[in-house]
Every structure is written in C-alpha cells, then in structure tokens.
C-alpha cells in the first residue's frame, strides 16, 4: 500500500506540471533510410551475432541509425489511456493547408512521459523536493544550463568501439566520450571513491550481455527530466545486448538513500547504421541564454 502511495503521490504531482524539456538532439550523423518493419524483423533474425576472436558479441559499430529506436510508445500509460497522437490534424486541415500537427506536440508528450507506469519510487521525505524540481526544472534542471545528463539519462552512446579489454563509448551530445574496461577488473579503490557525473565504471560479461557496473557519483545529474534525483551514493548497472544487427541497453538504478527499491529503466533496442560511411558531426559548445528570458514553467 505505501509503494501504491508513492507512485501515486509522484504520478499526480508529475501530471499537474505537464511541460517537457527537449535537452538532447537524436544524433546527427548519417543515416540509412529506415527498413520497412517486415525488411527490419527478418534482418534482426537472419544475421548472425558478429563475435570476436575471444567469442564474445562484437558490440563495435554506429548504433540508432537505419531507423533505430524503441519503437512505437504504447496506448496505455498506468490507469491512463493515451487518447492522442500528438492530436495528429484532420483531413480537412491538411486539405486547406492548416494542419500544425506539431503545436501540441511537446504537451502531448509530456503528459505520456509523466503517466508511464514505470518510474522511481521515492521515500515519503523526498516527494516535496521531486515535485519542486519537476516544477521548476527550467531553472533546476542541469541539463537545461549546459552540465552533462550524466549516466544513465544519457542512455546508450551512438557509436561503440570494443577492444579485448575497454569499450568506447562516443556520443553525439556534447562530443562526450566514455571509456569503460570489459576484463573483468574490480572497482579501481581510489577512483570508486570520487564523486562524478559518470561515476566509476568497470565491466565484464556475462553469457551474451555486457553487464557494467557503475559506482562514485556525485549527486548532480537527474535520472529524468520530471525532477528524479539520486544521491551519491547511486549504484548503476548497465547491460548491452547485441543480437543480429540490433542493440539492447537496459539500466538498473539502486540508490537506497532516496528510493524505497531500484528502478529497473525500460530497455532501449537499436539497431545498426549500415552506413559504413556515417559519421559524426562536431556538437558545438552549450551556451544556455534561454532560461532567465522564459516567463513559464513549460520546458522545450
């Protein structure tokens, strides 16, 4: 009854704010055109897992493009069913060239991100300052003012590079680069101990999946834009599974400072770039001068 309580009271103070922050751009690299869905479920089937010598899945390559992403979002959110699609136009508006189909499109996706069903489960203490982040998050969001996501809002990076002992990971936002070791190392002693926006990170393999395992954050990244904030204490395990030419990322965040129970993030599924061409383009610096010109509580 206290979990229904905690969802509840997040999931109400989250809907009463319906605004959205549009922080990160997709990548902006080049991209093949997007494979019919039958073309896209065949592929995945018949081409086998690349490995490499040592036998694991080769996890190198330019992930999302082709059309990659996770998919349509389902109808229904929690105990509320989603009655619009970004309230597409009309015919008739489209017939006399009225259609505005994307003027709703930032509340619209708002409100379905703060009706999911899936989201952090904070102690009773924390509810007040949740909600005043997520009312707040055009002058409390740090993403919003030029800092890092931080992991793991920042999700899979689009582009990895796997060696016999590291996995690079290269992202389009911000030119950010991670580089984690994948031999099975333990948590360097001194390292685990600091507090930063990507933590230490050691990883190593479990059948097929990649598990990482991430510790020594600081407390300044959120989880999520509706104000879900973490401690520094946090502990996060990432885990990438390639099968065929598609990639799955899926992080678990346990942080019991804040949450009554880890936060297992739905899983992400990309697929490859087969553009043997495509290449970054350079992100250039973040300079906020928006936030103190905005008279409102909506982020876009």
């Keep these: ?44 089937q018949n081409i086998p897992t690349p490995r490499t010598a040592d036998g694991h899945p080769d996890l190198s390559g330019m992930w999302g493009g082709g059309g990659g992403g996770g998919g349509d979002k389902p109808d229904e959110k929690g105990n509320l069913t989603v009655v619009f699609k970004q309230r597409p136009c009309s015919q008739q508006q489209r017939d006399i060239g009225e259609c505005a189909q994307a003027v709703n499109f930032e509340r619209d996706s708002g409100v379905e991100q703060r009706a999911g069903a899936n989201m952090p489960m904070y102690k009773a203490e924390y509810w007040e300052r949740v909600q005043y982040l997520d009312r707040n998050g055009i002058q409390e969001d740090p993403a919003f003012h030029c800092k890092p996501a931080g992991v793991p809002r920042m999700g899979p990076p689009a582009k990895l590079v796997q060696t016999a002992t590291e996995l690079i990971m290269l992202y389009q936002q911000n030119n950010l680069f991670r580089i984690v070791p994948i031999d099975g190392r333990p948590h360097d002693p001194i390292k685990s101990q600091d507090t930063t926006w990507y933590g230490d990170a050691v990883g190593k393999w479990e059948g097929d999946t990649l598990v990482i395992d991430i510790v020594g954050f600081n407390d300044e990244s959120w989880l999520g834009w509706p104000g879900w904030l973490h401690s520094n204490n946090m502990h996060v395990v990432e885990k990438y599974t390639r099968t065929g030419n598609t990639l799955t990322w899926q992080a678990t965040v346990d942080d019991p400072d804040v949450l009554t129970q880890p936060f297992v993030m739905n899983p992400r599924t990309i697929r490859l770039n087969p553009n043997a061409k495509a290449t970054f383009q350079e992100d250039l610096p973040c300079e906020e001068r928006d936030a103190v010109h905005i008279v409102t509580h909506e982020r876009g």
């Design 1 to 44: 009854m206290r979990q229904k309580l905690v969802r509840f009271g997040i999931a109400v103070a989250s809907a009463m704010a319906i605004s959205l922050v549009t922080i990160h751009a997709a990548p902006q690299y080049d991209a093949a055109p997007a494979p019919a869905p039958q073309a896209a479920g065949a592929q995945q």
